[in-house]
């Protein structure tokens, strides 16, 4: 059975960028959307609501429903590994298991953020001038973050079979939705911070919507059904490569949540100017992060078919074609990123704090480009945990180690941004010590329980 874009036949370059490429778009117009937010709060309401929006909860954001995310994609690893082993029934029982699994994990995080959100704005000691439209603001968005994971976890499945045109459409049409609710809400109806919000979480139900509808009219032995068997063992399998996920991407989010208190300490202008910065060069992140899911699907099938001389050579090709990209991208930033900051706001102070923190992030950009290539090519054979282990060490706990010797004892916004560049530094060197030694690389043992290796068919 074929799907639009068999990944384990045929030029590997072809078809990593033809992948890659839908991915790339649908998370670029996700940042776009996210510009247009600053754009609307900076412009149509205040810094300060800018800051409430960008600062703490956008760190909360982050650091939870980025665990969650992470967890639920183990279970996009596992279909892609049962598609290429052509296993098509199990693909459509994992997609129900994964999707009952969101819906429970959306439902209790949700409710239990909204009650405890003044504890943790508290916490995180948001500035008093943005803590009521922050706490707002934060209680919207997890209402609706059962949506979030939904839509998430269905794009992670048709990606995993191949399919990455249709998660791209729902993207284009949630942005575009977004778009017009942000215009609508905040300046036609001056609903301020809480229509960034309504208008968030809306778009995110549409497209939640129409993802899950497609699961359920695929066409073949495998589709989503809501009330399809259990399969615990294909549940264990997902957790197993989700929850390190899930606890790297935590250890971001609380590398980032300490940084944050951190900025918090230097005023409202450095806390807009972070939360700004972040939406400028978001775009590289999106682009990196989009070939990692590229690559971790390509991955994932090949190894589900046996052919780790294609994931092997997926590896090093990788390396160049993301160096290329983030050269590109990073001369690009450098180049429009200052002219943009006027775009997003008038405040003259937002815009050279900005663009400083801009200047000590995006000329070492490069550094990160094997730390992707690898824990994507690892991540999608089912190595998570140690990787995990690393990348979380590497560079939540230099961050934080830092945090606590370098920034505490000169508490300046080089000292706190300097930080990442060398934990990236720090990590690239054990990630590649780990990969050379990995079971990729030298075809000693398998990662996956036997219960996978249908290879050499």
Request: overall charge positive; charged content about 15%.
């Amino acid at each position: 059975m074929q799907t639009r874009n068999e990944l384990t036949e045929g030029p590997i370059v072809k078809k990593l960028v033809g992948f890659f490429l839908p991915i790339a778009a649908g998370t670029l117009f996700q940042q776009l959307y996210n510009a247009v937010d600053a754009f609307v709060v900076g412009k149509f309401v205040g810094t300060e609501a800018l800051a409430a929006v960008g600062g703490s909860p956008a760190i909360l954001i982050n650091l939870i429903i980025g665990f969650f995310v992470a967890l639920t994609g183990g279970a996009a690893v596992v279909i892609a590994q049962l598609y290429g082993a052509q296993e098509y029934e199990r693909v459509s029982t994992a997609m129900g298991v994964s999707y009952r699994l969101c819906i429970l994990l959306g439902l209790g995080v949700g409710a239990l953020v909204c009650l405890f959100s003044p504890q943790l704005l508290t916490l995180l000691k948001t500035p008093a001038d943005t803590f009521d439209q922050a706490l707002l603001y934060q209680r919207i968005f997890f209402m609706g973050s059962m949506f979030l994971l939904l839509f998430n976890m269905g794009s992670g499945i048709l990606r995993s079979i191949g399919d990455a045109r249709f998660p791209f459409l729902c993207l284009f049409i949630g942005c575009g939705l977004n778009i017009a609710l942000d215009v609508l809400f905040v300046i036609a109806f001056s609903w301020k911070v809480a229509g960034v919000a309504v208008a968030t979480v809306l778009s995110q139900a549409v497209a939640a919507l129409l993802m899950t509808v497609k699961l359920m009219r695929l066409q073949g032995p495998f589709r989503l059904r809501l009330r399809g068997k259990r399969d615990a063992g294909l549940l264990k399998r997902m957790l197993r490569i989700g929850i390190p996920s899930g606890v790297q991407s935590s250890m971001y989010g609380l590398s980032n949540m300490l940084l944050q208190v951190g900025v918090n300490t230097l005023g409202t202008v450095v806390v807009a100017s972070w939360a700004m910065s972040g939406k400028v060069d978001g775009a590289f992140w999106a682009i990196t992060s989009a070939f990692g899911t590229a690559l971790t699907t390509f991955v994932g099938q090949n190894y589900g078919a046996g052919k780790l001389d294609r994931i092997r050579a997926a590896a090093k090709k990788s390396l160049v074609l993301m160096g290329g990209m983030t050269l590109s991208v990073s001369g690009i930033l450098l180049l429009l990123a200052r002219p943009l900051l006027h775009l997003l706001t008038n405040d003259g102070a937002v815009i050279d704090t900005t663009w400083y923190i801009i200047l000590l992030f995006v000329p070492f950009y490069l550094i990160w480009v094997p730390i992707e290539v690898f824990s994507g090519v690892l991540r999608g054979v089912g190595d998570v945990l140690r990787p995990s282990l690393i990348l979380a060490g590497g560079i939540c706990g230099f961050r934080i180690l830092w945090l606590f010797t370098a920034f505490r004892f000169s508490p300046t916004l080089l000292i706190l941004c300097v930080c990442y560049p060398l934990s990236w530094v720090v990590t690239d060197i054990a990630i590649y010590l780990y990969f050379r030694h990995s079971p990729v690389m030298t075809d000693a043992v398998r990662v996956i329980d036997s219960e996978y290796d249908h290879r050499n068919r």
